[in-house]
């Protein structure tokens, strides 16, 4: 009887595995570094800009290098130490921390213009280490966890991100306001330096594939793309996600709405930043607790098409608090997707090939989120703020209706043996 809440909430189960405990406790951290770093550069950027485009050129500016190096670095993760991998792409993201806050230190003698181009080189920089760490993560997580708890390894993993998420914005925004941009960086970079000593405590056996002595690296890439092309629930799943989210979010011009809708401050940027993922820990809770089980993709179609609404109740609020309740609501739905991803992702891919499969995933979100966010800003200079947003949302409404009748294998399914 006293462990009845334990029966409820069974996805905590996981976190009695060591190394993956270890594992999430050093993301968190290393998350929540990276969200604040963004959220600093998002802010200064257009502080010193008053440009929407400036921010896009920040998405920009991650994803090219990004998209490049995602795409050969799922091969190497399912060749070399994929543990290995993560701790060397975390060091070059700690590398960048420390190369942006010395910019940031000596902007006065170096010059805004000459400034944010080193901001836009010190994101390229971040881009390649992101390139590396998003499939060697991925598929490693499929190592430290048995395959019978990969739902309770993703929901979990949810839950991380998005508290990183939630919490790294708001600290962002209410510590650059009372500390400013330099001080804030000192506290990012110790951040995450803890973070990846906590992720380079795990205990990780490296399991070495044969390569076949004839086989280029290319090859071996392209066997990854024609395994996702040819697996429908693994394409389709990728499809969708990257055109709702390229076209239907508006994350990215928040710091314009705040400035030019809502006229407010820093702090406003920070909360409605973190809005998204207090929904989508709320929903992960939720689903820790519910666990989708059968009509898993319904819900992921259903869910896409209620966040591309919240996308246009957001762009028409001219209130904090309902603009704070759409994207917290936006996240939830949002998170649906991503948790029904996450197991997609395990329970359909062989280890052998989890690597490139991560990477093209990577390739798909890269593409949604930073490519979506330059997308953001260059439609928000030409056609309007508000304009672009609505449009962008109803690609998402579309994407989500027909996904029905040309994705019927991601609509039917569900997530009982």
């Not at 593409?367 to 800003?377: A, D, H, K, L, Y």
């Not at 703020?385 to 294998?409: E, M």
Request: proline share 3%.
């Amino acid at each position: 009887m006293s462990n009845h809440w334990l029966d409820r909430f069974q996805t905590l189960s996981v976190l009695k595995i060591t190394s993956y405990r270890n594992y999430q406790i050093g993301r968190l951290l290393f998350l929540l570094g990276l969200q604040m770093q963004s959220v600093l550069i998002a802010i200064y950027v257009y502080y010193l800009t008053k440009d929407p485009m400036a921010l896009g050129l920040t998405g920009l500016s991650e994803a090219i290098p990004y998209l490049i190096t995602a795409f050969f670095a799922g091969s190497l993760a399912d060749i070399y130490n994929r543990k290995k991998m993560v701790i060397f792409a975390s060091c070059g993201y700690l590398l960048s921390i420390i190369v942006l806050t010395f910019v940031v230190l000596f902007k006065n003698q170096i010059g805004v213009d000459v400034t944010i181009w080193l901001i836009y080189g010190i994101i390229f920089l971040t881009g390649i280490s992101r390139g590396f760490f998003a499939p060697a993560q991925g598929a490693l997580m499929a190592q430290i966890v048995p395959k019978n708890m990969y739902a309770q390894s993703a929901t979990i993993g949810s839950i991380v991100w998005n508290t990183a998420c939630v919490a790294g914005p708001a600290l962002g925004g209410i510590l650059y306001n009372v500390l400013g941009v330099q001080s804030t960086l000192y506290l990012v970079l110790g951040m995450c330096a803890m973070g990846v000593l906590f992720m380079s405590s795990i205990v990780h056996i490296h399991i070495p594939v044969e390569i076949k002595r004839d086989e280029s690296h290319m090859n071996r890439v392209w066997q990854g793309v024609l395994f996702v092309r040819k697996t429908p629930i693994l394409y389709s799943a990728m499809l969708i996600d990257m055109l709702a989210v390229l076209f239907g979010g508006a994350v990215a011009l928040i710091p314009v709405f705040v400035d030019k809708q809502l006229h407010l401050g820093e702090e406003a940027i920070g909360i409605l930043r973190a809005a998204p993922s207090i929904g989508a820990v709320l929903c992960s809770f939720w689903v820790s607790y519910r666990p989708l089980g059968r009509h898993a993709g319904k819900w992921f179609l259903l869910n896409i098409f209620l966040f591309g609404l919240c996308m246009i109740g957001f762009a028409l609020s001219p209130y904090l608090w309902l603009s704070f309740a759409f994207l917290l609501l936006s996240g939830a739905f949002d998170n649906i997707s991503v948790i029904v991803r996450s197991v997609i992702y395990q329970k359909y891919t062989p280890d052998e090939m989890r690597g490139r499969v991560m990477s093209i995933n990577s390739i798909f979100i890269g593409s949604s989120n930073e490519i979506g966010s330059f997308e953001s800003g260059l439609a928000a200079r030409y056609i309007g703020l508000v304009p672009s947003v609505l449009i962008g949302a109803g690609i998402t409404l579309g994407v989500s209706s027909t996904a029905v009748k040309w994705a019927p294998a991601l609509w039917d399914l569900h997530f009982e043996d």
